[in-house]
């Protein structure tokens, strides 16, 4: 199980980039929307060609219909401080029926090298990553990520256990042009 975002109204959902694993290929993709809500909707769902630049993945979503969902709009030039709270949205895990949740933090570091990061200044639920990041105006700015990909300099800073902020600089034209489909 895994965290997406509609980021689109025609079914674009980013996720982590943790759904793609090297030399394995996910199947039977299957999403529902609106977890809890009493209008939950489910989907089948084909992944897209992970970018190699972001540790993030993206699904399009299957149907005979067409579809105008409601879809998360990011805002760009995040430009966060050292010490700049935000929240992070997420989902709890199992053992508590994925329930939404709310966390608030910082930001604790502000790496300048292989390219600007932003770390919170403490731990989050797996459930939270892919979950997106919103500054103190509402605006959502981000996802929530652990691992840079390898062409950021992944080898080196991989698994730091500090949860990142991608800001939506690094996403936003795969948003406005997805990548393909593995299959293609």
């Given at each position: 199980?895994?965290?997406?975002?509609?980021?689109?109204?025609?079914?674009?959902?980013?996720?982590?980039?943790?759904?793609?694993?090297?030399?394995?290929?996910?199947?039977?993709?299957?999403?529902?929307?609106?977890?809890?809500?009493?209008?939950?909707?489910?989907?089948?769902?084909?992944?897209?060609?992970?970018?190699?630049?972001?540790?993030?993945?993206?699904?399009r979503l299957q149907s005979d219909e067409p579809m105008n969902l409601p879809y998360v709009q990011f805002a760009s030039n995040s430009n966060l401080k050292l010490g700049t709270p935000v929240t992070v949205l997420g989902l709890l895990g199992e053992t508590l029926d994925y329930i939404p949740a709310i966390q608030e933090?910082?930001?604790?570091?502000?790496?300048?090298?292989?390219?600007?990061?932003?770390?919170?200044?403490?731990?989050?639920?797996?459930?939270?990553?892919?979950?997106?990041?919103?500054?103190?105006?509402?605006?959502?700015?981000?996802?929530?990520?652990?691992?840079?990909?390898?062409?950021?300099?992944?080898?080196?800073?991989?698994?730091?256990?500090?949860?990142?902020?991608?800001?939506?600089?690094?996403?936003?034209?795969?948003?406005?042009?997805?990548?393909?489909?593995?299959?293609?």
């Open positions: 199980n895994a965290l997406g975002l509609v980021v689109s109204s025609d079914g674009l959902v980013m996720t982590h980039g943790h759904l793609v694993v090297e030399n394995s290929q996910p199947y039977n993709i299957r999403l529902t929307l609106g977890i809890g809500s009493g209008n939950e909707q489910r989907f089948d769902a084909v992944l897209l060609e992970k970018p190699s630049d972001v540790n993030v993945a993206f699904l933090g910082r930001v604790g570091a502000v790496l300048e090298k292989p390219r600007l990061t932003y770390c919170l200044d403490g731990p989050v639920r797996f459930g939270y990553v892919g979950g997106p990041v919103i500054n103190t105006a509402g605006a959502v700015i981000g996802v929530i990520g652990f691992d840079l990909s390898p062409n950021e300099g992944g080898d080196l800073y991989i698994r730091s256990g500090h949860p990142l902020i991608f800001q939506s600089e690094l996403f936003q034209r795969y948003i406005a042009s997805p990548p393909g489909t593995d299959e293609e």
